[in-house]
């Protein structure tokens, strides 16, 4: 459990920054800087209601997908993983593909968190199968995809994933995802 948290913590770091900084102040919507500020200082629920306004009239040269993003990080940050996961769904569809591993990762995580393990696996696996060359998005993939394969007691396929993950073993990350695997392998 420790690990879960910890790892939440950081993707929710990794969620501030990174999808928040693809938003960024793409528009200047006073609105959209409005609700970004209220984000920012964690007013989700008030900065919620405001993307969701701006989505029904989004300004001009604001991507769609942007405020999509922006909503799924709201919900996210509410505990809503259901509603977040959706709206990542959302983002999803409008996005360039370049712009879809890191969206496709959440909509997995989200899964993961409200205990859907099947269905965070099989969103986790779309990020090597279709983004291949998405870099650390690939093995963070495959790192929770085992992790979901352990809570639904497939060992064998969570020490795969994890292997996946591991890949050499350069990078303390990837240490780490190989100790796993020789971990889930002894249990057996």
């Known amino acids: 459990m420790r690990n879960v948290l910890i790892g939440a913590v950081l993707l929710t770091v990794i969620l501030s920054v990174g999808l928040g900084q693809a938003a960024g102040e793409v528009s200047s919507s ?10 920012a200082e964690g007013k ?8 969701n306004g701006i989505l029904a009239s989004p300004p001009e040269g604001l991507p769609p997908a942007d ?13 809503n993983y259901q509603k977040a996961g959706d709206a990542y769904r959302a983002a999803l569809e409008k996005q360039k593909p370049a712009e879809r591993a890191p969206t496709q990762y959440w909509i997995g995580f989200c899964s993961f968190l409200s205990g859907k393990d099947a269905e965070a696996v099989s969103e986790f696996l779309k990020i090597p199968q279709l983004y291949p060359s998405s870099g650390m998005w690939v093995t963070t993939a495959y790192y929770w995809a085992g992790r979901a394969s352990e809570r639904l007691g497939k060992k064998d396929q969570a020490t795969e994933f994890y292997r996946k993950a591991g890949g050499k073993g350069n990078s303390t990350q990837e240490r780490y995802a190989l100790k796993k695997a020789e971990g889930v392998k002894k249990e057996e």
């Open 30 to 39: 006073p609105e959209y800087i409005k609700a970004n500020k209220m984000f």
């Open 44 to 51: 989700f629920a008030d900065a919620l209601a405001l993307y």
């Open 67 to 79: 405020v999509y993003g922006r909503i799924g990080d709201c919900h996210f940050r509410l505990g």
